[in-house]
């Protein structure tokens, strides 16, 4: 049966499809699911086999794809798609209880379409709004700081119109003294809206024409000299990354803006790309110039289409000036940025994982070598940033190696955006200067303290993946190094606050959930051991604990450690050895609680 | 850096050689140094996923996977430390805990399984996590094959070959993470698939009792049976065979790596329909009488048909023979060619015109391998030749070989194909399209047919080669690959075994009243020749026909002698691939009751 494609959505993907090189156009299948979903409601036989012709594919590639991805679905959904995230902070906040309610509600289970077909409530993994959590998404709408109640009443408005109204995005949270805001800085100010003249009144768009005025090398020596690391999570030193990019080997180069911001308690980039995307367009055409690429793709997580709008206005807005294009400023550099949409996949911020998928393919990560810089994208020299390292770059440009590295300590240069969530009073995002601050400041001074009556227990300092500090540890200074020597890592900026009232071995397997449910599945040992460690915490949870099962957690964690092809081996296995270690007695006790023999129900 | 470059590293201690672009497990593997591997298989990309060839190299804190990371000149490699083997075991460990490998009652238990093996080599007898038991799909809905779920360790080693070898890409992993499984096409069962050719090269590829083939199911582990290396006899490619034999019945039959042909791949028709298919055999020698064929012993019959040849008047007898007999068989037809006016092969439609100036193709499957653009002219190598077209959709997948297609039929790899078109008088605007599409095409290769060979076709074939002559501007246009359809027809040819179409014709000049038939082990019996009413009638006015074959079928109808003959895997001899190779015959199995080879038997009756 043929597939009736309005023409208007068959223009829109055929410009989509020009976005990649003709022999590579299977990589617009992403994009080409998105709006078929968009328009049909579900993606069955007929919406794969138009892909496929469209893309010169077999259908089981696209087939494959939509089994990997979660956002995209085989059997038609309600008319409203209710995503409620279950991922640690969002539990930590009570999204239990939204769940709960909006079940009982609607009268269905999760992955249910009610009778009407207007509803359907799924559970998903971290949404990147942990700050304002509970969280849940309505289709393309977010809605934050949910209680039951309010969750209900978003419902009956939905019902009551038949319709979901657009929401607004939330104000820029108000500087703390102890803050320095260098990329919050723009958007903290009154009247700033993030569009082109917003960015050029607050002086944008300098650092392009400078750098278009210099050689390539002189900007990749100015990164270097500032000692910008990279902000997605391993802080590899930027301009380092840029110098392996194999040169003269006759192909395009390739930079790839990593926006697939997912580490369950990281909402930073989030902010960077809502509120002030020329910053990061800018830092993207600075940054394609001096690594020579004449193409770049920012990756936006699928669940962020707000951003993705907002990206693609400024790219509108930049060439209308200009700024991107051909002969940019008439200094004869070309350049095009892209925006590529996700469709749920943790694994996709790993960036060979990141790669595949931009490809059009399931996120599988690559075995290295050969390392991206050599052979990336379309088998061509790739760079892959994230945003707040490329939104980084017009300031140092502007104001010059010297005055970034005068921020922060050696080793740990600039300024830092860490986003916190948990039971803290005020939870949220702040940018300060690296190793100026200790955590014990952020959480007590900057957060203004854990919520009335509730005491310390322990905070996680980089996103799920990085070992938990216990409350006696937070003494340290916010930066790469001390982090590291205190055991843990700065990783991803996502501060998870873990207060008395906290239940570990609660926490540990919902950590262990999330990686058990974002393993690509390439590896054994993460496959199955991320399974295992789930499987393992929910029956220690549940009373069913035997006590050598507290060793055997530790022992498949680490055999998952450093032995697999991505380092989602390591996020999993870092904070269940972190939690196991530092909290053993809590687990102790729950194997203890009444030695209930392991049942089926609980294996 | 130079690829192929000596280099020196250590592994285990020992002093090893290797050369730059190999992997470790390859150094490794060269000197003597074995490292456990599961989703490794030769021939296949890295898929570096199941954690088993692990190694440590100094200097690096994690551990790699040796079938995917290159050796490096100097580097030190430890491949068997306490804590390496203890990560394997836990690997092995999780794998069995993940779905239900019960071993008693799988079809590859003793000795078949990777798994299996592994785990005896690294003493498991037990593991420590609960199992998962998850509830899986059996999916037996296949021909020859079934897919087993339950005991799937997601390699990938199927997908792979699926996809690198045989160029289909029927299967695929669905899902993420614990849940992924194999799917075939869109979800589907075997069964059902559209895209599947039945190659069974997963099933070959499988390293676990996932798939499996069902005639060879519970028949006993292929490890305590005997093996046979031979030659597939249904197509000229000549792929090689390893036939596994117990008791003196085939158990399975796989392809074997070591030829040089096909390098371990087959076809549906190779791999499956030769023992899978039933087939009537005719095991006893069986003469007419009063209207009936009946047994009689091997004296009688060769007593028969002698007794048949002195009393047939000379000048009107006539042999014709199927294009699949040995070299041996065809040596014996030399030597007792004098006793026939007449010795043709029974060729298939249009096939004369390739057999009148045999001419075979030297290294074509090499050449298939090295050229950037393929022209199909009159062929049908899915039907015909499965692994030449296996090539051919792997060149277009894998390598963006350029490829353009002349049929009368259509097939599979007009899929692949950048122009695909009927063999017609074409106009100029079609040899502009070919012109560009070919347009920067270096090597290109022409393949062509039986069916090539009418007037139009002939006149194309000329055409094209003018084309591709102008147009591989700085290239160098590879030799022409002549594509027969019968097994041993140029060589037979070429040995002065005239081809025959039709044998009214044939022979209508004048009348036969002795007609020897060797149809040997055609799977249809020779019934093909009977094909058209007009041949049958021809056929029944000839005062007597004798046929040696090995299957019941139509043309036994008309004998008044019946010989029984050898099958593939009960000859020896060799046959003449397309690209000129004698392949040896061997036989894995005695002949069944009392058929003897074709050459034999002719030794016999024409002593």
Known sequence: ?603 | MIAGKEISLTIDGKPCKGALGQTILQVAGDNGIEIPTLCYLKNLSPWGGCRMCIVEVQGSPKVVPACSTPATDGSTVITNSERLQGLRRLTLELLFSERNHFCPICPMNKGDCDLQQQAYGFGIDSIRYPYLYPALLVDVSGKYFGLDHNRCILCTRCVRTCDEIEGVHTLDIGNRGVKNQIVVDLNVMFGASTTCTSCGACVAACPTGALFDKSAAFHGPLSRCQQVRTTCTECPVGCGLVVYTKDNRIVDVFGDAESTVSRGHLCRRGRYETWVEPRPRILRPMVRRDGHLVPTSWGDAVHTVKTLISASNHGQNAMLVSPRVTNETMRTLQKIGLRFDHIGMFVADKESALCTSPEFSTDAMKRLDDADGMILLGAQPSREQGVVAAKIRVAVRKRGVKLVILNSRRSDLDAYADISAPIVTLERKFWNRVGEVLGNVKRPVLIYGAAAMTAVGVTILDRLTKVLTSQCNGGEMLAPIQLPTSTNSLALAAGGVEPVEDISTWLGVQPVNFLYVVASDEPDGGARLLKEPHVRAFLEQIDCVVVQASYESALTDVARVVLPSAIWCEKNGSVTNFEGRALPLRAALAPSGEAREDNIVLETVFA
């Open chain 1, 1 to 603: 049966m043929a597939l009736n494609v309005p023409t208007e959505l068959e223009q829109h993907i055929d410009e989509v499809i020009t976005h990649y090189p003709q022999q590579h156009k299977r990589a617009a299948v992403l994009w080409l699911l998105h709006l078929l979903q968009e328009h049909f409601g579900h993606l069955g036989k007929e919406q794969v086999e138009w892909t496929a012709t469209k893309l010169g594919l077999q259908p089981i590639n696209v087939w494959e794809l939509i089994t990997f991805y979660p956002m995209f679905t085989a059997k038609p959904r309600g008319k409203f798609h209710i995503k409620v995230c279950r991922t640690l902070s969002c539990e930590l906040c009570g999204c239990g209880g939204i769940l709960e309610r909006l079940q009982r509600k609607l009268g269905v289970k999760p992955d249910e379409n009610t009778s009407d077909g207007l509803f359907t409530i799924s559970t998903v993994e971290c949404l990147a709004a942990c700050g304002t959590g509970p969280v849940m998404m309505v289709n393309d709408e977010l809605f934050e700081n949910l209680t039951p109640d309010k969750a209900e009443a978003i419902i009956n408005r939905i019902k009551t119109t038949g319709k979901l109204e657009p929401q607004p995005l939330p104000p820029v949270l108000p500087a703390h003294p102890l803050e320095k805001r260098v990329l919050l800085a723009n958007m903290s100010k009154p009247g700033y809206k993030g569009a082109i003249e917003d960015y050029i009144r607050e002086g944008g768009y300098k650092a392009l024409p400078k750098a278009l005025g210099m050689k390539p090398e002189e900007i990749v020596a100015e990164v270097k000299n500032s000692g910008v690391r990279g902000r997605g999570g391993a802080g590899f030193p930027c301009g380092m990354k840029w110098s392996f990019l194999a040169k003269g080997a006759g192909q395009p180069i390739y930079l790839v803006c990593n926006a697939d911001e997912s580490e369950p308690g990281t909402f930073k980039d989030r902010q960077l790309l809502h509120y002030d995307p020329h910053q990061l367009i800018e830092g993207i055409l600075v940054s394609c110039y001096a690594v020579g690429a004449h193409a770049a793709y920012i990756y936006i997580r699928g669940e962020m289409p707000y951003g993705a709008k907002i990206l693609i206005r400024a790219i509108e807005e930049a060439r209308a000036r200009n700024f991107l294009g051909k002969n940019i400023l008439r200094k004869g550099f070309d350049c095009e940025i892209f925006v590529h949409r996700g469709a749920g996949a943790y694994i996709c911020g790993e960036e060979t994982g990141l790669i595949e998928s931009l490809e059009g393919k399931r996120a599988y990560p690559r075995i290295k070598p050969p390392f991206p810089a050599v052979v990336g994208l379309f088998g061509c020299p790739t760079v892959v940033n994230n945003v707040e390292t490329l939104s980084n770059i017009p300031h140092i440009i502007n104001n010059g190696a010297a005055w970034f590295r005068g921020m922060g300590v050696p080793g740990s240069t600039g300024t830092r955006l860490v986003c916190v969530s948990g039971p803290v009073k005020r939870p949220g995002y702040y940018e300060f200067e690296m190793g100026k601050l200790t955590m014990r400041q952020l959480i007590y001074d900057l957060c203004g303290g854990l919520q009335e009556g509730r005491q310390l227990k322990g905070v996680v300092p980089g996103g799920s993946s990085m070992p938990v500090l216990k409350a006696d540890q937070i003494d340290v200074a916010l930066d790469f190094e001390s982090l590291r020597k205190a055991g843990t890592m700065a990783g991803s900026g996502g501060v998870i606050v873990l207060d008395d009232t906290v239940d570990i071995v609660q926490s540990t397997l919902n950590v262990a959930q999330f990686y058990a449910h974002e393993s690509c599945g390439q590896c054994t040992p993460c496959r199955e051991g991320t399974l295992w460690m789930e499987k393992m915490l929910h029956r220690v949870k549940h009373g069913h604990g035997r006590p050598e099962d507290v060793d055997l957690l530790w022992d498949v964690a680490d055999n998952v450690d450093g032995k697999t092809i991505c380092p989602l081996g390591e996020a999993v296995a870092w904070p269940v050895k972190a939690f196991v270690t530092k909290y053993r007695g809590e687990f102790e006790k729950a194997c203890k609680k009444n030695g209930k023999e392991a049942t089926d129900e609980h294996r």
